[in-house]
């Protein structure tokens, strides 16, 4: 165990130690979703959040004695047993601020979903949230949709509702609404159209689809590239993206799949994904690009797209002139797939 653990100090030593490079980092047990870690620049930790360059201080961060706090120990000793993890996180959590509070919070997250207690693990999510930019760093977004009732997921989506108005932020508020329409998606219920209208305007919104390994204690480790089958609704769907992309519509091909994202999975996201990182290179948005290519290699490590994704997404990183990150990508490329024609390739840029 670390023995100081800062509020974005873990994001630090992944910014220096971790090879996964992507919006979805796991060290040592910590999850930060929809994040991207540049780097250490001039004293400052530079992170990618919800699309936006975020800097940090170092000098500044505030720090956690995690090895002192004899409650949140047990409660890590005992992760193997949700429920009892989840009692001992709450006798934590009591009369805890701070960045202490919010890093229990987050180890709830996991425990709830681990224990089946998925709405649970929605209202801790959006508490945590409500923290702010800096609290927000530590939450484990709720990622696999349980196969519950309609009923359920419906409440869950309605009660995000009644808390938006204490978000002030554009960002934080889109994601959360983005969380609601999957919710209503997988429902069936009718709010999905209006809110999908809403959010599919072209602009950015993060969405993390469900990793194939949706076990929030081990990194995902790659075996042999698979294919995964693409459902005949989403071929329908990239069939007109690749339509706007020929005729150079890429604002309109990014909101198109934006919204077919909302619900595509396995072949169907990675296809999606690369079509936007197509389009982001169109608008002569390189960064974006990279980014939606690091999203087939987190959740989809084991697609045979998944190598040519990262090694794509460490060009385009070079052309940036972010050799650090480039390195980086190139590194895991070889570590990842040694055996294929990217590692080859890989190689000759380290």
Do not use: C
């Not at 040592?28 to 936006?52: A, C, H, M, W």
């Not at 602009?203 to 689809?209: A, I, L, M, Y």
């Not at 697609?303 to 650090?324: F, I, V, W, Y």
């Amino acid at each position: 165990m670390i023995s100081r653990i800062s509020r974005l100090a873990a994001i630090a030593v992944l910014a220096v130690t971790a090879p996964l490079f992507a919006d979805k980092m796991k060290h040592d047990g910590f999850n930060f979703n929809e994040i991207t870690v540049v780097g250490l620049r001039n004293g400052e930790l530079v992170v990618q959040q919800s699309g936006q360059e975020r800097r940090y201080a170092i000098d500044k961060l505030e720090s956690l004695e995690v090895d002192k706090n004899a409650k949140f120990s047990e409660a890590e000793r005992l992760r193997g047993e949700p429920k009892k993890a989840l009692a001992a996180y709450q006798a934590a959590l009591q009369n805890t601020t701070g960045a202490m509070r919010s890093l229990i919070q987050a180890r709830m997250i996991a425990m709830q979903e681990a224990d089946g207690r998925w709405t649970d693990a929605v209202k801790t999510f959006v508490e945590l949230y409500k923290a702010g930019p800096a609290a927000s760093l530590w939450a484990i977004r709720p990622t696999k949709l349980p196969d519950a009732s309609s009923k359920m997921l419906v409440e869950a989506a309605d009660w995000i509702s009644t808390q938006l108005a204490a978000f002030k932020q554009p960002e934080a508020i889109k994601n959360l609404k983005m969380m609601q329409l999957e919710m209503y998606t997988k429902a069936g219920n009718d709010k999905a159209g209006p809110l999908a209208k809403e959010l599919g305007t072209g602009g950015t919104v993060d969405k993390v689809n469900p990793p194939e390994n949706t076990n929030t204690n081990t990194a995902v480790t790659p075996t042999t590239p698979v294919t995964p089958t693409v459902s005949s609704t989403s071929s329908e769907d990239i069939r007109a993206v690749e339509g706007m992309i020929a005729a150079k519509k890429f604002d309109d091909a990014i909101g198109k799949i934006d919204a077919a994202l909302a619900s595509a999975t396995g072949e169907s996201a990675v296809k999606l994904y690369q079509l936007r990182a197509q389009a982001s290179v169109g608008l002569s948005k390189p960064a974006d690009a990279a980014v939606s290519l690091l999203r087939i290699a987190t959740h989809y490590p084991t697609s045979a797209s998944a190598p040519s994704a990262l090694l794509q997404a460490g060009e385009l990183q070079k052309s940036l002139k972010n050799d650090d990150a480039a390195k980086r990508l190139f590194k895991e490329v070889v570590d990842k797939y040694p055996a294929s024609r990217e590692a080859a390739a890989a190689k000759k840029h380290l």
